[in-house]
């Protein structure tokens, strides 16, 4: 089950974490943001959205807030309402990508070999395989690059693809603004247009970076000299930290 709405304003409450929602006067907020995390135990910096003259802040927590801040939160002038939802199942008390993080610095690895050391647990592979396997989706990522800065890029329904054009005019120094960042932005978009045009490319491990982590790993090992090995770990490390 999840609630949609409080009272007139759209929210998502799952279950899975402490909801703390707070109305707060536009010159509260500041304050108001801060007793929502005064221990660090937040998924992330609270949501907020606005109606007018009205403004909703939303904190998800790993643990409740202690009745002491709740009571001062409460009492905050300025503040019009509270309201509170527990956790109906266990959440995670801390962030694994933090975690991991402190896990390397123990080791001394990177975060890439860490999160490969995980996968090659959770799946009964070895290291090596899960890397090989990983190598193998690079290449994916990076043959869908080479497509679209192909001359015959996949066609998409609406739009006419251009950002080989824009990666050409670079090469050529036609863009005000040229360099690497501008290259590694003119790949993204020719991954996004092989994307738009159905052909093949690669969202694992990172979904919503099927664009970006492609074309920085791609200009990083065309232009840069990545390894094969640090072009598999760099997906790794990016899947660990989400």
Same mark, same amino acid.
């Given at each position: 089950m999840v609630f949609t709405r409080l009272n007139e304003w759209p929210v998502e409450l799952t279950g899975d974490a402490h909801e703390v929602l707070v109305e707060p006067g536009r /010159?509260?907020?500041?304050? @108001? =943001?801060? #007793? #929502? %995390?005064?221990? /660090?135990?937040v998924e992330a910096t609270p949501m907020g959205q606005a109606c007018d003259d009205e403004l909703l802040l939303h904190a998800r927590r790993w643990v409740p807030l202690d009745p002491d801040r709740l009571g001062e939160l409460r009492r905050l002038p300025g503040v019009h309402a509270v309201w509170t939802a527990p956790a109906l199942f266990l959440t995670p008390r801390g962030e694994p990508a933090a975690q991991m993080i402190a896990l390397a610095e123990e080791r001394g690895q990177s975060l890439g070999q860490i999160a490969l050391a995980y996968e090659s647990a959770l799946l009964g592979l070895p290291e090596d395989e899960v890397l090989q396997e990983i190598a193998h989706r690079f290449e994916v990522m990076q043959a869908a690059v080479h497509r679209g800065l192909s001359e015959g890029p996949p066609p998409m329904q609406l739009l006419r693809p251009s950002a080989g054009q824009v990666y050409r005019a670079e090469q050529e120094g036609q863009l005000g603004l040229g360099g690497i =960042?501008? =290259?590694?932005?003119?790949?993204? #978009? @020719? @991954?996004?247009? @092989?994307? /738009?045009?159905?052909?093949? #490319?690669?969202?694992?491990? %990172?979904?919503?970076?099927a664009e970006v982590l492609p074309t920085v790993l791609t200009t990083l090992v065309e232009e840069r000299g990545l390894s094969p090995e640090g072009a598999a770990l760099a997906p790794l490390a990016a899947s660990a930290v989400g």
């Open positions: /010159g509260a907020k500041p304050a @108001v =943001r801060e #007793l #929502l %995390t005064p221990d /660090g135990q =960042r501008a =290259r590694i932005a003119a790949r993204a #978009l @020719v @991954v996004m247009h @092989v994307n /738009g045009g159905m052909a093949v #490319l690669c969202a694992a491990p %990172t979904a919503g970076s």
